[in-house]
């Protein structure tokens, strides 16, 4: 009996199999032949416009444009720029060391100077006390000892403001005032009062004195710096 069921089970799956491929055969022909309906090409646009769409958005990628702007010329900006606003261009000038003046150097000052040691630098001071100030660079050569050789070594580094000298006035000045300037001393101050005592004050002056063989052009020329 069980070999009878085998066989009729065979049987039939051989028969449902042929019986199965002759309606796919059909179904293929009738595909085939049959011209296609709307809902065919829906259905292909659909899947057509699907792949189109998934294909673009992967494999065509927009190449990434070149910077097609101008290169910006720094160069030029610069010179657009600094144009526009003028710049003050100053000439060279070689730095000049400033000139010492006599009538207010310290000892510092004068040993800045070439040829002037402790020694020299205070003689000048001293001299420079006694004098009442300097009017010319030129009355260093009364200092005992300093020659010319010695000034010329810095003569170009120096001046004398002959306004910082305190003059005294010739028509008012006592005896001992006169006496005690280096230029005039005790003979020559006896000399300039009793002139004065004798002539009108007013009338006592440097030409005054010169004129009347009291002092020589040189010595009213030296006198004059500190007496007016």
Known sequence: MKRQNNKNKHKYIVHAT?????LILLLLRLFVKQPATTWHTEWAHEISDTI??????QTIAPLPKKNTLPVRDTHKRAKADSS????????????????IELNTADSLDLLS??????????????YRKRLGGFAIPEQLLEIKGFDKERLDGFSDKVFADSTLILKT???TATEAQLANHLYIGKYLARCIILYREVSHPDSCSMHHLVEHG????EQARRISWYLH
């Open 18 to 22: 042929g019986i199965a491929g002759i």
């Open 52 to 57: 189109f769409h998934n294909n673009s958005s």
């Open 84 to 99: 526009a606003v003028p710049v003050k261009t100053e000439s060279y000038r070689p730095h000049t060391p400033l000139k």
């Open 113 to 126: 100077l070439y040829g002037i040691g402790p020694y020299y630098a205070q003689k000048i001071l001293e």
């Open 169 to 171: 006035d010739l028509k």
């Open 214 to 217: 009291i002092l020589t052009k």
